[in-house]
């Protein structure tokens, strides 16, 4: 278990000390004992309020997080255990229509363990009131950032943490929609930490307290940057190369371990970046890298395959990178490198052509501007998937195919002494797409046409 800050602790951890102004709602009127009249309620409630100096368990107001304004959401898991009653929900509903009115984004630092018992079903319906809020944020553009500390379960983990577009997570922090009183008996503790919902894709990053301010502007500073001004084609970080002379140079080249790959692209071309990971439903995939960076001093956002046959996780993350940039106003680049989607049985039983399918609309139904880069291999709809419509752009050592020569050829029921040649016919290297339409150009210094065969 990590260490237990308190709200007005956790504000000063994430504001590195600013002026914090809170915001005051007023208090509704209700029976000593609570809506249920609860005996003891209220004399829990003062001797919460007498321990930890809140009259409820959540703290609101407005403060600078490195520069950028926000609302932020502080829980006092010392005020019976941030629980979520109508008072809490008074306030949470506060701040969200304070954040909408002001343009600002929400930064909810969570620690609860749920809803509170003493107010029955009145206590659980608050959780469709901060969900309504959440919505209505959500469609006015604007950014919502959880950060989970210890514990963050029940109802505030499926409102204000799991629903927030990006989600931080303290080291150690107790984090599931069980709580430790709740669970089976033979439940394994290890799963309902910060470190296991990263690893299952259901929170971007773990970080340090001391790291958390600067963390927190660096998301804040490039996700609440819109910019109507497509992101240029990034050229290639390796050193000048001429176009291949054959499609199956073209093939080779790009599966060479000497060519430059996504991280050393993403590394030259963006300034700063703050990465976002997982689909959200149990997967992460090593091979597609998303997230926002800073390029030319404008955020862009980064959705990038590594040359790996691509996961179900790794499209969702990616569809799920674009649909938050484009509701963000931020533009997208693209890097296409990989054979194709992965096409196990595992992949498959995770729903890989749905995962595809949904890449495919989010590029579609953007309305950012989107900028691809075939940066590798293109193989198929799974390289397809990624590529922005009438802007994609292939990188010299680069090839974009229907499928793989080699299958190609399987399919074509070919020998295989004629893969070479299929490759040729297939029309793959960089120039050929160019001639064909499918791009618009190759990118990177020293990328010239060979001379004409003959």
């Known amino acids: 278990m990590t260490d237990r800050h308190s709200a007005r602790e956790a504000l000063a951890l994430a504001t590195a000390g600013a002026v914090f102004t809170e915001l005051h709602v007023p208090e509704r009127e209700s029976e000593p004992d609570g809506p249920l009249d609860w005996q003891g309620y209220g004399a829990a409630r003062d001797r919460a309020a007498l321990r930890t100096g809140e009259t409820e368990s959540v703290v609101c107001g407005r403060a600078s997080v490195g520069g950028t304004a926000a609302v932020l959401v502080a829980f006092e898991f010392g005020y019976l255990g941030g629980s979520l009653g ?47 809020q959440s919505a209505l944020t959500r469609e006015a553009g604007l950014v919502q950032v959880a950060v989970l500390r210890d514990p ?20 150690g922090a107790q984090v599931g929609f069980a709580g430790s009183r709740v669970r089976p008996p033979d439940a394994d503790p290890a799963a309902y930490t910060a470190e296991a919902q990263l690893a299952s894709g259901a ?32 050229p290639s970080p390796g050193p000048p190369a001429g176009l291949p002379a054959t499609g199956w140079d073209a093939v080779l080249r790009a599966r060479s371990p000497e060519r430059p790959r996504a991280e050393a692209y993403l590394s030259t071309y963006f300034s700063r970046r703050a990465p976002i990971r997982g689909d959200r439903c ?29 996961r179900p996780a790794g499209y969702r993350t990616a569809a799920r990178l674009i649909r938050l940039a484009d509701r963000l106003g931020i533009p997208v680049l693209t890097l296409v490198d990989t054979p194709g989607a992965a096409n196990d049985a595992d992949a498959e039983r995770q729903g890989a052509g749905a995962a595809i399918a949904d890449v495919f609309a989010a590029v579609a139904g953007a309305r950012v501007p989107l900028t691809t880069v075939v940066v590798g291999e293109g193989g198929s709809g799974g390289a397809l998937a990624l590529a922005a419509p009438g802007n994609t752009w292939a990188a010299p050592d680069s090839y974009f195919s229907v499928i793989a020569p080699e299958l190609a050829a399987a399919i074509l029921k070919r020998p295989a002494d004629r893969v070479r040649a299929t490759a040729d016919q297939l029309r793959v290297r960089p120039q050929d797409l160019v001639a064909l339409g499918v791009v618009r150009g190759v990118t990177g210094p020293g990328a010239t046409a060979p001379p004409p065969p003959g």
Do not use: K
């Not at 963050?152 to 080291?171: E, M, N, R, S, Y």
């Not at 804040?220 to 497509?230: D, I, V, W």
């Open 86 to 132: 109508e008072r809490t929900g008074d306030r949470l509903e506060a701040a969200y229509t304070y954040a909408r009115e002001h343009r600002l984004p929400v930064v909810s630092l969570v620690a609860t363990g749920g809803s509170r018992m003493q107010e029955g079903m009145l206590a659980l319906t608050q959780l469709q009131r901060v969900a309504r």
């Open 152 to 171: 963050t379960t029940g109802g505030g983990w499926a409102t204000l943490g799991a629903g927030a577009d990006v989600i931080l997570a303290l080291p």
């Open 203 to 234: 929170v971007d990053a773990v970080v340090r307290p001391e790291d958390l301010s600067g963390t927190l502007a660096l998301y804040l500073a490039l996700l609440t940057a819109p910019t109507a001004e497509p992101a240029p084609p990034p």
């Open 282 to 310: 149990g997967g992460t995939d090593d091979g597609m890298l998303c997230g926002f960076g800073e390029h030319a001093g404008r955020t862009v956002a980064y959705a990038a395959q590594c040359g790996t046959a691509t």
